[in-house]
């Protein structure tokens, strides 16, 4: 029997930056997403993927999307993360942002955005990824916000090392 549970736990082993996903539905409502899964496919052409939950309020719209961005954010903005994690609430209120070039809102205050065209989706089990290819982008200075063990996390924490033996899950 796999332990579903347990698969998550270990899951959390590995680090990842957060990032809030961006784009504006056909309707013209501006649509974000916080994110963890981001990763960047191929240099050449210039591709990046993430993945959304099938279950996600906004899929169909961003299914839809002519483009997105990708906002990377930074150490200090775990309540901007907590803010776009959240459905059913008026995430754009208070949120400085401008619209970029796909028509997709970049947010003020991240460290980095990528601005995509889309490319395929696929389908994931419970996730659907999205690739899409990078039209323009840009970076500033600024530790990333890191997400590790179902907690928000910065790069100067210290993590205690692992106890061995490791359990193994099949």
Known sequence: M????????????????????????????AIG????SFNSVSLDPPLILFSLAKSARS????????????????ADQRELSDQFARALCDKWATVEHVI????????????????CAPWAQYDGGDHLIFV?????????????LVFFQGAYRTLAEDVRPPQWPLPIHY
């Not at 997403?33 to 963890?36: D, G, H, P, R, V």
């Open 100 to 115: 970029g070039l796909v028509r997709a809102p970049l947010l003020a205050a991240a460290i980095a955005h990528f601005e």
């Open 2 to 29: 796999f332990d579903s549970a347990a698969y998550r736990r270990a899951l959390g082993r590995f680090a990842t930056g957060v990032a809030v996903v961006t784009a504006t539905a056909q309707d013209g409502q």
């Open 132 to 144: 899409a290819r990078v039209l323009g982008f840009a970076d500033a200075n600024g530790q990333p």
């Open 33 to 36: 997403l916080t994110i963890s």
């Open 59 to 74: 899929i169909t719209a961003m299914q839809g999307a002519e483009g997105f961005a990708i906002n990377i954010l930074g």
